[in-house]
């Protein structure tokens, strides 16, 4: 695991677990959960997100990646009609969220704009068994010595501890179901690599979750009888992370007793390539335009997650 996720890992006290929970790939291989011409439709959607400005010149990231996932989105609400539950989310763009928590002796935050969040009337139950959970109390976390686990994180004067949903009380929509990060900056040197990408997803995932329990159940460290989970999808409009994560406690300050737990499912291609202008040598079309490489599977995985919760 490369220094991001492991740092994380570290930091939110948590056990990784690679690809993505059974009962969400379940929801992806159910036949019932796909949509009439699924895959013309997301091919289409790619197609539109690519093509759609002029055929000369191609779209940049910036505007690409934001059309594709908006389009894809659109294509999950279309599952309303079979579940109508699907109806009590709302998203939300622009929020903030702080959360607050003690680490060895370390005192940590996660705060400010984090992606877009979908919420929900009701939580996603827990996705690790009890003896999943369970099973993490002999998981040994990772350490970094002789290089502190803080590398790289900003440093702070923190004058208020804040734990902060975003949201006022009261607000109906108020279970945190799924994070989107769109990494959508043309200039590569401009974007999170995957890896940081993962990280980046991971800690606000957490961020969320945590923020949610102490709301649900005060700030005092423990072991959470009903875990709190909150999932993170990130792509950069061709490739993309999807992760679960499950905070199973509170008690974040010594790396002994129950983890939290994240399943990542890393780089799904969703195309391998857009060609905006066919390919010509010697006056013959050797590659004509369009979307190459679709993967089905990676869509089936944004609907699953999308889904889950509510089939």
Request: glycine fraction near 4%; include cysteine; charged fraction near 25%.
């Amino acid at each position: 695991v490369p220094a991001g996720v492991r740092q994380a890992l570290w930091l939110t006290k948590s056990k990784l677990v690679q690809g993505l929970p059974a009962r969400v790939l379940s929801i992806a291989q159910e036949p019932a959960n796909m949509l009439e011409d699924q895959e013309e439709r997301v091919q289409r959607a790619i197609a539109r997100a690519r093509f759609w400005e002029t055929t000369e010149v191609a779209p940049s990231r910036e505007s690409y990646c934001p059309v594709l996932f908006e389009d894809l989105l659109h294509l999950c609400r279309i599952m309303t009609m079979k579940h109508p539950s699907l109806a009590k989310r709302m998203l939300a763009r622009n929020y903030r969220i702080a959360a607050t928590w003690e680490r060895e002796s370390y005192l940590l935050q996660v705060r400010g704009l984090n992606g877009i969040l979908l919420n929900s009337m009701t939580p996603i139950p827990p996705v690790g068994s009890r003896d999943e959970v369970a099973a993490t109390e002999e998981h040994t976390l990772e350490t970094f010595y002789p290089i502190l686990p803080t590398i790289d994180l900003q440093e702070v004067i923190v004058y208020k501890e804040l734990n902060d949903t975003g949201f006022r009380d009261g607000y109906p929509y108020s279970h945190p179901h799924t994070l989107y990060f769109l990494e959508s900056a043309n200039v590569i040197s401009n974007r999170f690599r995957p890896e940081q990408l993962r990280a980046k997803m991971m800690m606000f995932a957490f961020g969320n979750a945590l923020a949610k329990a102490k709301m649900l159940y005060g700030s005092d460290p423990k072991v959470l009888e009903q875990p709190v989970v909150v999932q993170s999808i990130g792509t950069d409009g061709e490739v993309f992370q999807f992760m679960v994560f499950q905070l199973n406690t509170t008690d974040l300050v010594s790396s002994d007793g129950i983890k939290n737990l994240v399943w990542i499912d890393s780089d799904q291609p969703l195309y391998e390539k857009a060609q905006c202008v066919p390919e010509i040598k010697k006056r013959v079309v050797t590659k004509p335009a369009g979307i190459y490489g679709f993967q089905p599977d990676t869509f089936r995985k944004f609907l699953a997650l999308y889904l889950h919760g509510t089939v």
